[in-house]
């Protein structure tokens, strides 16, 4: 019983430390060999964190549909460091990122891919995830 609530407590505490793409939005429509900004939001939460980096990285899915789950990071755009900082009182804090998307990248849909990398809470323990937004290439 004791490991199931340690379970739903560290799977609590992993969400609370999710980060999310601002932009670009769902649908949005860009231009192949073009400049895009890429906003990686990171909402606070009660549990101490530390921010490690992040990898932006663009797939094709004009052949087949996109795949939400599918945590292949495609074509890399940024790898580096994650300062999340305050902008707006409105907004989460965030931070913006301009990449170059590929010239010739194929027509169509595709998903912007972001891997957030985190250290959580006291201990520390690592946290990774895959977020993704698809986008029209044109």
């Known amino acids: 019983m ?15 430390q999710s980060a999310q793409i601002g932009l670009p939005t769902a649908g949005q429509k860009l231009a192949s060999g073009s400049k895009v900004t890429v906003q990686v939001q ?42 999340p900082v305050y902008h707006e009182t409105s907004r989460p804090p965030y931070q913006n990122f301009t990449v170059s998307l590929p010239s010739g990248f194929a027509p169509g849909n595709a998903q912007i891919n972001v891997a957030h990398a985190t250290l959580i809470g006291a201990g520390p323990f690592p946290f990774l995830e895959a977020l993704n937004q698809t986008v029209v290439v044109l």
């Open 2 to 16: 004791l490991s199931i609530i340690s379970l739903a407590m560290f799977a609590g505490v992993a969400l609370a």
């Open 42 to 83: 990171r909402p606070n939460s009660l549990t101490g964190s530390t921010e490690m980096a992040v990898a932006i990285g663009i797939s094709s899915c004009a052949s087949q549909a996109c795949n939400p789950a599918d945590e292949v990071m495609g074509s890399i755009l940024y790898n580096g460091p994650f300062k």
